[in-house]
């Protein structure tokens, strides 16, 4: 079975510029959860997206935003990026169902703000 | 609050010996989940192992254990005899069961296994 998939898995932008991230979850993962990571903050939990619809979020501004479509992928976007959105971005998809609770992680996308 | 503590930041080891990673959480969650991830030079996290918090059975797979002690809020990583490719950045992380299904994640303990 393939693992979750990210794309692009390298990007370099412009401060003002706009992103969107892609991520394509393990076949039948319904959940999927976005994850930045930084050497200053670490892993911090961005959003989860289940049946298209956004369950949680973190604390991020607004700049920060996700979506999901009816077969699991999901994107997220991140607009008016600042040097400090550099980071590596993770995504992570779930199986929900009973007794199964372990997110799985793709290979991240490594977003580089100039 | 919940929290992951790593006071780890970076062990090194020679090949073929023992190591221990350490993790403590807090958290107010009667019930939670906790998590070891592996994440190599390619960035990708990978999935070692869960453990709910009403088993505190220790586990092996391996040369892989894990030790639960829900007493002092700690889940252990020891690593037998390891190996270079045991080099990496490990963390610990917590999950409530119930309602946000959002990971807190420790900052890590990266691992140098020299041959």
Redesign the interface.
């Known amino acids: 079975k393939a693992g979750v998939t990210q794309t692009p898995r390298y990007l370099i932008k412009t401060r003002g510029q706009q992103v969107t991230l892609s991520c394509s979850p393990i076949s039948g993962h319904r ?1 999927v ?1 976005w ?1 930045q990571q930084t050497p200053g903050q ?4 961005l959003f ?1 997206y289940f049946s298209e619809t956004q ?2 979020k ?1 604390n991020f501004p607004g700049r920060f935003s996700g979506r999901q479509f009816s077969n699991s992928r999901s994107e997220m976007n991140v607009s008016t990026l600042e040097l400090g959105d550099s980071a ?1 971005y ?1 995504c ?1 998809s ?1 199986l929900v169902l009973a007794g199964s ?8 996308t ?1 977003l580089t703000v100039t | 609050a919940q929290k992951v503590t790593q006071a780890q930041t970076e062990i090194s080891v020679v090949e073929k010996e023992d190591v221990t990673l350490d993790c403590v959480y807090e958290t107010r969650d009667t019930t939670y989940y906790l998590f070891w991830y592996k994440q190599p030079p390619s960035g990708e996290l990978v999935f070692l192992i869960r453990r709910n918090s009403f088993d505190e059975q220790n586990e092996i797979s391996g040369r892989y254990s894990w030790n639960f002690q829900k007493s002092t809020s700690s889940f252990n990583f020891t690593i037998t005899a390891s190996q270079v490719v045991d080099s990496a950045v490990y963390f610990c992380a917590l999950a409530p069961t119930s309602g946000t299904y959002k990971y807190i994640f420790g900052t890590g303990t990266r691992l140098k296994v020299l041959a």
Do not use: M, T
């Open positions: 959940s959860s994850y670490g892993l911090q939990f989860e369950r949680n973190g590596l993770l992570a779930r609770y372990e997110q799985y992680f793709g290979p991240g490594r």
